[in-house]
Structure formats: structure tokens, C-alpha cells
């Protein structure tokens, strides 16, 4: 069965750090493409990151240079490094897989069951 | 970047009947788009893909229609366990984008 489960989520201040993790089973996270997409409390969605499974990255405008997206194969896990959070960084965060055989830009499925950030002081 | 939007923001449905939610999107995607079910406290399920595709496992009687920059879900007969938010997506372009949703709730 295929499975994402996000981990790594609390409270943080602003201007602080934060990892999240995000274990995948059932397939190979270096073998997908594998995106982040948040939702702020109450609100509608938001792609932030992808990892191509050639490695390379792109992130939205809101999170470039502050949020890094990785992974390690030997652990097939998916990680976003999140530096200098701002209280509009507040949400669930999900790790989202793109459908394999398919190019980056695509739809999700599955989705982990997602984590929450909290920005505030 | 493409702004994608719904319509109506929310729609009162009884057990039962039919309902068709609307998504547009600010240029055209083709038929770059996919809709999602999310219930509270939950992720998002994707239900259909390529404007008209059903996802594996997903009931005959959700459908999709549309494309360009005009877009339809249809749920047929609603059940209960169908009261949710919607959303669509586009993915034609970088960076992918969602509609702020249609929640479907019970009339």
C-alpha cells in the first residue's frame, strides 16, 4: 500500500527553524516527483515545493531562499527545511506524491495526512 | 500565474440530488486539471484527473467535464459521505495552482 506520513510540525517563533519529514512506503520516493502543498488554517491550498526525481528543486515565489527541499534515498524520505518562518507560514503542510510515469506537472496523489506549523511568538 | 476560481463559493444540496460545481481558470490549461474532495480534518483525495478522468476507486457517479478555462464536477446522486470541499487544480503551468474551493454542504 501506498503511504506518505508527514512528521516534524509545532509552534515555532518567528525568524526561527523548523524540519519536516515526510516517510514514504509503498513505492520509491527517488523515483517520483514529490512536492509540499500547505494550507493555512481555514483556508484554500498552496504548492510550495518539488523534487524531481533527478534532483531538481523549485519552490513557490512566497518560500524561495527561506524553505529547502531534500531527501534521503536511504531512508526514502522527503524533508523540507523551513528557515526565518513568518506567522504567514502557519498551516497543515502535506507531502504530496506525483503520479509516476507522468511529467512534474501533474496532479497529487496520494497525499500524506499532513503536519501543522504554527509561526508565533 | 494563473488564478484559478470557484463557483459557487458554496452549495446547498439535498441527499440525492444533483450537483455541479464550477472552476475557472484566468487562461487557458487545456485539460491540465484535476479536482480533489477534502473533508475536515483530512487530506485532500484526489477524484478526477485530465478534466474528465475518474481516480482509481473513485464512484460513476462523480464526473468531470470542460476545458480551456471553463470546468465542471458533477456529483450525480449525493450521498452523505459526499458533503465536503472541492477543489480544482491546474496543471499546465508552473507554479500549479488551486481554487479556493466550493464547499457542498447539507439544504
Known amino acids: 500500500e501506498v503511504q506518505l506520513v508527514e512528521s516534524g510540525g509545532g509552534l515555532v517563533q518567528p525568524g526561527g527553524s523548523l524540519t519536516l519529514s515526510c516517510a514514504a512506503s509503498?513505492?520509491?520516493?527517488?523515483?517520483?516527483?514529490m512536492s509540499w502543498v500547505r494550507q493555512a488554517p481555514g483556508k484554500g491550498l498552496e504548492w510550495v515545493s518539488v523534487?524531481?526525481?533527478?534532483?531538481?528543486?523549485n519552490y513557490a515565489d512566497s518560500v524561495k531562499g527561506r524553505f529547502t527541499i531534500s531527501r534521503d534515498n536511504s531512508k526514502n524520505t522527503l524533508y523540507l527545511q523551513m528557515n526565518t518562518l513568518r506567522p504567514e507560514d502557519t498551516a497543515v503542510y502535506y507531502c504530496?506524491?506525483?503520479?509516476?510515469?507522468?511529467?512534474?506537472?501533474?496532479?497529487?496523489?496520494?497525499w500524506g495526512q499532513g503536519t501543522l506549523v504554527t509561526v508565533s511568538s | 500565474e494563473i488564478v484559478m476560481t470557484h463557483s459557487p463559493a458554496t452549495l446547498s444540496v439535498s441527499p440525492g440530488e444533483r450537483a455541479t460545481l464550477s472552476c475557472r481558470a484566468s487562461?487557458?490549461?487545456?485539460?491540465?486539471l484535476a479536482w480533489y474532495q477534502q473533508k475536515p480534518g483530512q487530506a485532500p483525495t484526489l477524484l478526477i484527473y485530465?478534466?474528465?478522468t475518474r481516480a482509481t476507486g473513485i464512484p460513476a457517479r462523480f464526473s468531470g467535464s470542460g476545458s480551456g478555462t471553463e470546468f465542471t464536477l458533477t456529483i450525480s446522486s449525493l450521498q452523505s459521505e459526499d458533503f465536503a470541499v472541492y477543489y480544482c487544480?491546474?496543471?499546465?503551468?508552473?507554479?500549479?495552482?488551486f481554487g479556493p474551493g466550493t464547499k457542498v454542504d447539507i439544504k
Open positions: 504530496a506524491r506525483h503520479p509516476t510515469g507522468y511529467s512534474s506537472l501533474s496532479w497529487f496523489d496520494p
Open positions: 523534487i524531481y526525481s533527478g534532483g531538481y528543486r
Open positions: 509503498g513505492f520509491t520516493v527517488s523515483s517520483n516527483y
Open positions: 485530465d478534466a474528465s
Open positions: 487544480q491546474q496543471y499546465n503551468y508552473w507554479p500549479v495552482a
Open positions: 487562461q487557458s490549461v487545456s485539460t491540465n
